[in-house]
């Protein structure tokens, strides 16, 4: 990583120069009137643009091969171990033999050996798309299977940051749009070899026409399930069970990285943005700023993980490796970005002290991402078998009568905080017990329904009212109606 961000520094000066010089050079054209040896040197410096942009290309291009996936089909030569062996050669270049299949593969996106066959032949019209979110690379449109099923499009962003910087630099948009495209499909490579519940699943791609424009070579689109961007400002309003699910599954999600296939890989580029839900299941999208191998290290202070408002410092092992580099620095994000505003605020009460553990040994990386995972399994082991609930008491339900497959009509709600519904009060409980002692704890309540329904860690979902009209008949809910209080005969006279 630190080589590449050098090798990318040296190329912003050389680029930067070389655009000066050609502003000094046009200044002298312009008042020289020498056009013939200004054309040739302002053919020369063009030249030297296109062999920077190649440079590029070349770089983006080595950074990919190790991801490509062996061919079933081709010889035993192009195993993975070969390609990696082969990779850090300096000589690679398009004629090479050593993986020119291959690399069509991806280049024209027409691969045998891609899990995914889906390809632009399963995609409806997709003219007018509705965007669904975009950054500095990439940008994401709705569209449908021709099935109906929806799906999300990524495409190269022609309007963003990294497009426009490039044309800005290098004057080339054909060979800037192949450059940005290398960022696709290097995350569309990763989606491949990364797959996981909490990674956003990959259902194929594309080449060629979609989002407008002629045939051109090279263009790509990533075929993906559809999500919802991640918006943290609803989030904060959903109540902790939902909260504590997103955390809990971005802490799987961590747990894979640091133990994948491909070694502990790195978000270097770790915020909210790169991650959407899929029916309110967190998912990693943004995967073309990853790091799959700890950092190489002279001394304990190349390990430095550096944070707005701390930094750690690893030990540099014997082999030189910054070990668990790439996990602590996910480690710290998920707490900065994540746990600090979505898990200690309502945590249960019998939970708290669980959650601040959590939160201590994250924030100060005491924690490896297995303890990490293990204690959020153990939390959620706690909640759904109501085991943090042991001080509520079975007598509790004496207050109430219980009345089977009977809901109610003609309902006086009120409203509570996170309720799951914006008319009533909805809540989820453990069990009817837990349900009583919340009614008991609002002045308002009078009577509650166990609905039947669940919520995704299995806990149930009870509308609590103030009074009702009348009974109706309704299978699978559960009615408890608070006994009404018995008046205390007046004091012996
Ligand atoms: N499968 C999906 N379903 C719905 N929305 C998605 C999906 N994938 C990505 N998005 C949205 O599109 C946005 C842009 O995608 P992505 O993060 O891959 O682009 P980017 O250019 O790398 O962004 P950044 O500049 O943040 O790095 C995401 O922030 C997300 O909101
Ligand atoms: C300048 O270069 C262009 C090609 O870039 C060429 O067509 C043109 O003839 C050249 N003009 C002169 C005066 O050499
Ligand atoms: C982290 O390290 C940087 C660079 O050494 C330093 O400038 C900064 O003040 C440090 N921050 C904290 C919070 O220690
Ligand atoms: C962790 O706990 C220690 C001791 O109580 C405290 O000093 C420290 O600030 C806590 N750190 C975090 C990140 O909560
Ligand atoms: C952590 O978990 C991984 C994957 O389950 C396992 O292979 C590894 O041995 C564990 N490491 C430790 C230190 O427990």
Known sequence: MGHSLRAAALLAFLVLSVLVSLLITSLQQFGSGSSRFSNATVEKELGALRRALDLQLRERRKEILPLLLPNDDDDDDEKDGVLKEVQPSPELDQNSVLDSSLWNEVTLGSGKAHRDHMGCESLMDV???????????????????????????????????????????????????????????????????????????????????????????????????????????QLLQTPWEDRFRVCLDLVRLLHFLSWSPLGPVGLLDFQPRQFVTVSGQLKLTDLDDVSAEDAACWADADCTLQFPHRNFTLPCS????????????????????????????????????????????????????????????????????????????????????????????????????????????????????????????????????????????????????????????????????????????????
């Open 127 to 233: 003219r007018g798309a509705e965007v669904l979110g975009s950054g500095y690379t990439k940008v994401v449109v709705k569209a449908n299977l021709v099935g109906g099923e929806p799906v999300a499009l990524k495409l190269v962003n022609e309007q963003g940051v990294d497009m426009s910087k490039c044309v800005e630099d290098f004057k080339d948009p054909r060979g800037c749009r192949e450059l940005v495209s290398y960022k696709l499909r290097k995350e569309m490579l990763l989606l491949q070899r990364l797959r996981h519940p909490n990674v956003i699943k990959l259902m194929g791609h594309c080449s060629g026409v979609v989002g407008g424009g002629g045939r051109e070579g090279g263009r790509v689109a990533v075929i993906l399930e559809q999500g919802t961007p991640l918006q943290m400002i």
């Open 318 to 493: 014997p082999r030189g490796v910054c070990e668990g580099l790439n996990e602590k620095r996910n480690i710290y994000n998920a707490y900065r970005f994540f746990f600090t505003y979505l898990l200690p605020h309502q945590a249960p009460p019998g939970l708290t002290h669980l959650v601040d553990q959590i939160m201590n040994s994250t924030g100060e990386l005491k924690a490896d991402i297995n303890q990490t995972l293990e204690a959020f399994e153990h939390i959620l082991l706690l909640y759904k078998s109501g085991l943090h609930l042991d001080k509520l008491h079975p007598s509790i339900l004496r207050d109430y009568t219980v009345m089977q497959d009977m809901s109610t009509s003609g309902n006086v709600e009120y409203r509570c905080w996170p309720s799951y519904s914006q008319q009533g009060c909805v809540l989820s409980v453990h069990s009817a017990r837990e349900a009583a002692y919340i009614c008991n704890s609002h002045p308002q309540c009078n009577s509650f329904t166990l609905t039947g329904q669940k919520t995704w860690s299995g806990r149930l979902l009870a509308s609590f009212r103030s009074s009702f009209g009348h009974l109706v008949p309704s299978g699978a809910s559960e009615l408890y109606v608070k006994n009404p209080k018995v008046p205390q005969p007046p004091p012996p006279s």
